[in-house]
């Protein structure tokens, strides 16, 4: 028989002690939330906690809520989303535990069926579109919450009774977003720091979107709306500089987007994305370069969006109409380039160098009598040597050759001439 040995005259072999606290399995927040508006769209992203708050993985989170709050100020209180209103509620799928092995030889099985949901430790896009209810400030008991936010009542409602208005020279009304977890078991998650965007609109869209490409490249032109903001003039240097009473907003500035030429089904509320325009920063030109190559035969669209700054935060306007093109390929290649010419008994070598467009067909040989003679193709259709033997040739006679590059396109472009040589064979001794 072994006997348990406890050392020491403070030892308590085998004393239960008292009952520990349950672990509160409570998600993490949701992370880095951040909200974009582009147009009457807003884009709310955040990162779906992937553990709870005591460093726990994976996180006990069933649910993501998304509060919204409209105006001049966030919503007082310890929790704003007592005041906000809940726009959505979207499911987190869980994580589930790794299937055993399968036995030696056994088939593996299909991966289990997933239920729609964020995945802990991804990032997250919800959408709202902005209705008019979203436009008008929410209705707060006792009145405005930006006279509480300026400092009447620490963390407590305000007793002013009235319409919520904003006092002259107050922040615009912002449309406020708030992110929030919560557990299987309704444990929730703290609330997100407020994001917010403003209200105000940007510039009215742009017109005339229009396409021009050569055969290496396509840019995007557009005309700016009458309303959109262009920088201030510069004034007289004989005079001294003038002081505006507000901050002047910057220029209107652009994204330019491309339209997809097939309808694409639009996304789950889980597959949602921020659009994408072609520069990562708004471009303040009138045109943007498309980058990648031409494509011949491939109708492409694109349109554009004002970008203007309201309340120190960007907004992006509504799109223009879209401005469409199916590039043509009308672009012959460059001239071939120093053809030469060798004479031979019976016979006259050419040899020129070769030409570097990436739809090239090949090289037509012409040749006619010299000096003044008409030029013939000698190939019916195209080489793609750059060397060429003209053995049908008459000893003596003097003969003028030149080389032209033809492309793939249907019809096909032909290039202008090579320099002209002449050059008569030789007689067999």
Known sequence: MLLAVCAGPMAACGKKGPPLPPVARIPAAPGNP????????????????????????????????????????????????????????????????????????????PP??????????????????LMPEALSPTPVPGGDPARDAEGEGEGALPT????????ADAAPLKRFYYVVARGPRGRLSTPTAAVSVPLGNAADPPSGVRLDYTDSAMTVKWTSSPNARVAPAA???????AKPLRPVPPPTTYHVLEVPNEPVPPP???????????????????????????????ERCFVVRAVDTVAGAPVVGEASEAGCVTPVDTFPPAPPQRLAAIAGVD??????????????????????????????????????????????????????????AVDSATPQNVSGQSNRVEESSRPPR
């Open 34 to 109: 951040q909200a974009v508006r582009v147009g009457n769209d807003v884009y709310v992203s955040f990162g779906v906690p992937s553990a709870n708050v005591s460093g726990e993985m994976p996180a006990d989170v069933g649910e993501i809520d998304v509060y919204a709050f409209t105006g001049f100020a966030p919503p007082p209180g310890p929790d704003p989303t007592k005041l906000a209103v809940r726009i959505g509620t979207y499911a987190v799928q869980p994580v589930l535990p790794l299937p055993p092995p399968p036995p030696e030889g056994a088939p593996v099985p």
């Open 112 to 129: 289990l069926p997933l239920s729609p949901g964020f995945v802990q430790g991804t990032t997250a896009v919800v959408r709202e579109t």
């Open 160 to 167: 002013v009774t009235g319409p919520l208005v904003a006092p």
């Open 235 to 241: 004034g007289d240097p004989a005079l001294l500089p």
């Open 268 to 298: 789950d509320a889980y597959g949602l994305s921020l659009p994408r325009p072609l520069s990562e920063q708004p471009v303040a030109a009138n045109e943007l370069a498309v980058p990648g190559p031409v494509r011949y035969g491939v």
């Open 347 to 404: 016979v006259i070598n050419l040899i020129w160098e070769s030409n570097a467009e990436a739809d090239l067909a090949g090289y037509l040989v012409l040749r006619g009598t010299a000096p003044g003679g008409t030029l013939q193709a000698l190939t019916p259709t195209p080489i793609r040597e750059t060397t060429y033997r003209d053995q049908a040739v008459r000893p003596g006679e003097r003969y003028v050759y030149a080389v032209v």
